[in-house]
């Protein structure tokens, strides 16, 4: 990725936040759209001295916006990450149909002729219910509505990258987890909750999930963008690649936090109605075509999230 120039959307968002960073310590020249105003700090602790992202106020719904900031930087390769609805707090319909169906489009129409290829962020949730590990070919079902327009805007890019010819490629991502997150997930809703004392109440633990470390799912994006070009559509999934149950991976979180952590772990103090589901990924086809392999393994990425979490807490303390 040296010297490649590079715009990525989504940019202040827990993945965007990392891959940003690896972007710019692989030497690339890197462009980041927000629309707040600010930019993200860098969550590893190690100081780059390369330069900088270099910062772009811009909606991604705005078209006319998006259209000259892209041909202004005319970069080589889009990641595009921007997504809404995925936290518990964005709830607005509109926004999601906005931001998962027409931005995508209003991407997609806004790209110079320098864009040689576009790699984007898909979920694991677009899969329709599965009792096993599923490939690429598995059916897709969305059944939340951040899932389903999340699905139909990358359904929309597959048809315009089918007729136009131009390389995109969807990461489905299972399971991301690491420093930084503060989201709703089972792995930093688990940590937060038993670093403050507090009781975490869980379902029956007999879920399959698949996780993958993040600096695993950021090493995937880069991937897609040096291999070789295959023009139009193709899409991979990206994870742990190993079948977990729930109880297991929670149980792994409290041990490595201690002090009798596991005792504050409530297994079926919430229902489910997914007993036995599995949200798993077959890898298969990105170690194949991508030379993907996950190289965290599950414990030692946990370690690593718990002790971000600890530095964080006593940061702010001190603060």
């Not at 707040?36 to 811009?58: E, I, N, S, Y």
Request: with cysteine; glycine share 8%.
């Amino acid at each position: 990725m040296a010297g490649r120039r590079v715009l990525v959307t989504g940019a202040t968002g827990f993945i965007g936040a990392h891959l940003l960073q690896a972007l710019v310590e692989a030497g690339s020249e890197v462009h980041a759209l927000r629309r707040h105003g600010g930019a993200v700090d860098l969550v590893t602790p190690h100081v780059t001295r390369r330069p900088a992202p270099v910062w772009h106020d811009v909606d991604v719904l705005d078209r006319a916006a998006m259209m000259h900031t892209l041909h202004d930087v005319s970069p080589d390769t889009v990641f595009h990450l921007a997504a809404y609805g995925a936290r518990p707090a964005e709830r607005d319909l509109d926004r999601m149909v906005a931001v998962n169906v027409h931005a995508p489009v209003t991407l997609w129409q806004s790209l110079p002729p320098s864009v040689s290829r576009m790699i984007v962020a898909g979920t694991s949730r677009e899969y329709a219910k599965a009792t096993r590990a599923v490939e690429e070919t598995y059916p897709c079902g969305p059944v939340t509505l951040y899932s389903a327009t999340k699905h139909a805007g990358i359904t929309l890019l597959r048809a315009l990258a089918a007729r136009e010819q131009r390389a995109v490629t969807v990461l489905r991502l299972f399971g991301p987890y690491g420093p930084g997150d503060t989201s709703a997930r089972v792995i930093p809703f688990t940590i937060a909750q038993l670093l403050a004392g507090k009781p975490v109440p869980l379902s029956s633990g007999s879920q399959q999930y698949d996780f993958a470390y993040i600096d695993d799912h950021v090493m995937a994006f880069l991937l897609a963008a040096t291999v070789p070009l295959r023009p139009g559509w193709s899409v991979y999934n990206i994870g742990g690649g190993v079948p977990r149950l729930l109880r297991e991976v929670v149980e792994a979180v409290a041990e490595c936090i201690g002090t009798a952590a596991s005792d504050r772990l409530h297994f079926s103090a919430r229902p489910t109605d997914d007993d036995g589901l599995a949200v798993c990924g077959d890898i298969s086809a990105a170690r194949r075509e991508l030379g993907y392999v996950p190289a965290t393994p599950l414990r030692t990425g946990i370690a690593r999230t718990v002790r971000w979490w600890r530095e964080s807490a006593a940061s702010r303390a001190v603060s």
